[in-house]
């Protein structure tokens, strides 16, 4: 089997250690090290209370170049002053030296509880544990994809190859999610990487594409992160992007790599059982519909009736009716799956329940509402509301 | 022990009967009836998928008098389309027929289930066995107080006496909540009644006051229904609020009746185990003051750390952090009770852990955050959020 990891592309080599950061024992090190400076795009949390990660490496990404990225998880390095600041430099610094690159190479980043400062001690064994053992592998690759999650039931990851001219180029990804996700920029930890080669300002528009469709639209539990953020690093020692053609190529695979880790994110979050996807369309505009659509996808109403199998549109146009969106009510038309609940003001005659149940109790459900007053669309994705999301929110302590 | 109910202000009778809308065999049909036509004011849910009770109430509260309301609960009549109008309508004029009065003097209301036509044959039986026994007594009184309730575990009562000159007037008032609950002008079904005599014009602006800082501060799930409305009628048998002194003697008495009725909204929210009270002072603005108390209380993240008796801090910056309020994360202090968590961008040192621990496991918590940018302030109640919310909201099917 082909290796499918963040180690796929050529020029990356990964690792993921335990280094007793998590009480669990479980790996929370992770190490992605490209054999030379890559060109490298990053986005990062927009919440203001973001991380010393986030503010070293908002610093750090401004030379455009990536060498490394460290991650922990098990504490945030959130809320910890300029002790917090000193440690996320401290880290870089470590694996820089360790590298011979320069520290602002280095891209930080820490993931779990807030308000507490790294223990350094741990962290720095770790980070050489991590550096002695570094492998292009596809075990490599997964012990990083690993090693960044929290309260994750299982790794994700994505991996596309592409034709560019002659050559073939690879783009993978892997991302934590699970809670405090919400799109607002990058929201959650998300890395990518790519033998491909292309202009760095492109890199950069990519990314950001590529992230408004994927991440930008899942939410969990509409809580935007202190900690997250998206990078992607592009070795270049595989084929370029460089005519229109090959980059619509390219972006088309990069986005495809998004869209399945923000899949994931949605299968995956706290106490899910099953993906919702709200699709709206007949919207005035744009972002109309994804005020909609986010309304929905956002109503605990609506995510405890997913979780309950049942088919309550009466929620659904209730968090319709919360927003500002322009529609006349009359004319709304909810479905789900293929089926007519709710039309011109009133609900549907004759339903089929026995079909509706079934639907309901799909991994994979999906809600749609055509407003009928114009043309855009816009499609969120979700997942369902359980008692264990209050479970693992309820017990997991600071 | 005096009467306490919605029938205590001179003028009133009321009355609750099952008439097996609901399946439960519980109370669901209530009738409230004014001696004589009364002034009246109102506020009604801004949810644009509003009940057609909403519609033909929002048309009879033109006329600024009211005779009686009817309110059942089981059925919402929301999504209804022109039949629900046409049963809202009927069954305002069977009541208005019973009394003798014109219709509009009659405001109807429904909560319950979204989508479902009234049983119109239940309902006009129940109807009429409330209007042959209408009483002013404290137990008709608490009938109706119980006949309006859904999901609630707890009848929902206030009531003040204040003298206004020689007089005594009495404010009385009940209300149904526990979910879908947001505030946005009204949001759930409020009923107060007072023998004062007012004019209507001042009537309406106290109405509008009192219900801005009780029913407007309360969120359980930040869903805005499609039903709800808060209502006072005035009898004007006793006391005339007609000096600036007996104005304000009145309506700080009616303020007192809404918020210790938004209190018991928050107090029995749905799967609530406790009151989370959240303060927010040193805003720029009182708007932003409100925006930011009312992140934190919606967030899913603190709701369920309440639940868990956590004193988690880091989720209250994060929702902080998500908000455009205007303030410098280094100046922001946040408490719980009188105890700092956070200061100047940093946690607290030397946390008394057991004090935060019997803090945290009592009946009322209160999270203050000084934003340190201004001097507005405001407060939002909620309460937090449990596994019972879950199962009420995933077991409760249409």
Same mark, same amino acid.
């Given at each position: 089997?082909?290796?499918?990891?963040?180690?796929?592309?050529?020029?990356?080599?990964?690792? $993921?250690?335990?280094?007793?950061?998590?009480?669990?024992?479980?790996?929370?090190?992770?190490?992605?090290?490209?054999?030379?400076?890559?060109?490298?795009?990053?986005?990062?949390?927009?919440?203001?209370?973001?991380?010393?990660? &986030?503010?070293?490496?908002?610093?750090?990404?401004?030379?455009?170049?990536?060498?490394?990225?460290?991650?922990?998880?098990?504490?945030?390095?959130?809320?910890?002053?300029?002790?917090?600041?000193?440690?996320?430099?401290?880290?870089? *610094?470590?694996?820089?030296?360790?590298? $011979?690159?320069?520290?602002?190479?280095?891209?930080?980043?820490?993931?779990?509880?807030?308000?507490?400062?790294?223990?350094?001690?741990? @962290?720095?064994?770790?980070?050489?544990?991590?550096?002695?053992?570094?492998?292009?592998?596809? =075990?490599?690759?997964?012990?990083?994809?690993?090693?960044?999650? /929290? /309260?994750?039931?299982?790794?994700?990851?994505?991996?596309? *190859?592409?034709? @560019?001219?002659?050559?073939?180029?690879?783009?993978?990804?892997?991302?934590?999610?699970?809670?405090?996700?919400?799109?607002?920029?990058?929201?959650?930890?998300?890395?990518?990487?790519?033998?491909?080669?292309?202009?760095?300002?492109? !890199?950069?528009? !990519?990314?950001?594409?590529?992230?408004?469709?994927?991440?930008?639209?899942?939410?969990?539990?509409?809580?935007?992160?202190?900690?997250?953020?998206?990078?992607?690093?592009?070795?270049?020692?595989?084929?370029?992007?460089?005519?229109? +053609?090959?980059?619509?190529?390219?972006?088309?695979?990069?986005?495809?790599?998004?869209?399945?880790?923000?899949?994931?994110?949605?299968?995956?979050?706290? $106490? =899910?059982?099953?993906? @919702?996807?709200?699709?709206? #369309?007949?919207?005035?505009?744009?972002?109309?519909?994804?005020?909609? =659509?986010?309304? &929905?996808?956002?109503?605990?109403?609506? +995510?405890?009736?997913?979780?309950?199998?049942?088919?309550?549109?009466?929620?659904?146009?209730?968090?319709?009716?919360?927003?500002?969106?322009?529609?006349?009510?009359?004319?709304?038309?909810?479905?789900?799956? #293929? &089926?007519? !609940?709710?039309?011109?003001?009133?609900?549907?005659?004759?339903?089929?329940?026995?079909?509706?149940?079934?639907?309901?109790?799909?991994?994979?459900?999906?809600?749609?509402?055509?407003? #009928?007053?114009?043309?855009?669309?816009?499609?969120?994705?979700?997942?369902?509301?359980?008692?264990?999301?209050?479970?693992?929110?309820?017990?997991?302590?600071?």
């Amino acid at each position: 089997m082909p290796n499918e990891t963040i180690t796929a592309p050529e020029g990356f080599r990964a690792n $993921g250690v335990a280094a007793g950061i998590k009480t669990s024992g479980r790996l929370d090190v992770g190490l992605l090290v490209a054999d030379a400076p890559t060109d490298a795009a990053a986005v990062f949390t927009q919440n203001r209370f973001c991380g010393a990660p &986030i503010v070293v490496g908002r610093q750090h990404m401004k030379g455009g170049r990536l060498r490394a990225i460290v991650v922990n998880s098990g504490c945030s390095n959130v809320a910890t002053g300029a002790r917090g600041l000193a440690d996320a430099r401290a880290t870089c *610094r470590q694996v820089a030296d360790a590298l $011979g690159a320069p520290v602002r190479q280095v891209l930080p980043a820490s993931t779990g509880v807030i308000g507490e400062f790294l223990p350094m001690d741990k @962290l720095g064994v770790g980070i050489d544990a991590a550096l002695g053992s570094l492998s292009p592998s596809a =075990a490599a690759g997964r012990r990083f994809a690993r090693a960044i999650l /929290t /309260t994750d039931l299982k790794i994700k990851q994505a991996c596309r *190859r592409v034709r @560019l001219g002659r050559a073939t180029v690879t783009i993978a990804g892997c991302c934590k999610g699970s809670g405090m996700i919400a799109p607002r920029m990058a929201t959650m930890l998300g890395y990518l990487t790519t033998d491909a080669h292309l202009a760095r300002g492109i !890199l950069n528009r !990519l990314l950001r594409e590529a992230v408004e469709t994927s991440f930008n639209r899942v939410t969990i539990d509409e809580c935007q992160s202190t900690s997250d953020m998206v990078v992607l690093m592009a070795s270049g020692r595989s084929g370029r992007a460089d005519t229109q +053609k090959r980059l619509a190529s390219f972006a088309s695979a990069l986005r495809e790599v998004c869209e399945s880790l923000a899949y994931q994110i949605a299968a995956d979050g706290e $106490g =899910a059982t099953r993906v @919702l996807e709200v699709v709206v #369309g007949g919207a005035r505009t744009h972002g109309e519909a994804h005020a909609a =659509a986010r309304a &929905i996808a956002v109503s605990p109403l609506v +995510k405890t009736a997913v979780h309950g199998g049942d088919p309550n549109w009466g929620r659904i146009i209730q968090a319709l009716g919360q927003t500002q969106v322009r529609y006349a009510p009359d004319h709304v038309t909810v479905r789900l799956g #293929g &089926i007519v !609940l709710f039309r011109r003001g009133a609900p549907a005659r004759n339903l089929d329940r026995a079909a509706l149940g079934r639907l309901m109790r799909k991994k994979h459900v999906t809600i749609s509402a055509d407003l #009928g007053a114009g043309t855009a669309c816009d499609r969120v994705l979700t997942c369902d509301f359980s008692r264990e999301y209050v479970t693992i929110n309820a017990d997991y302590h600071t």
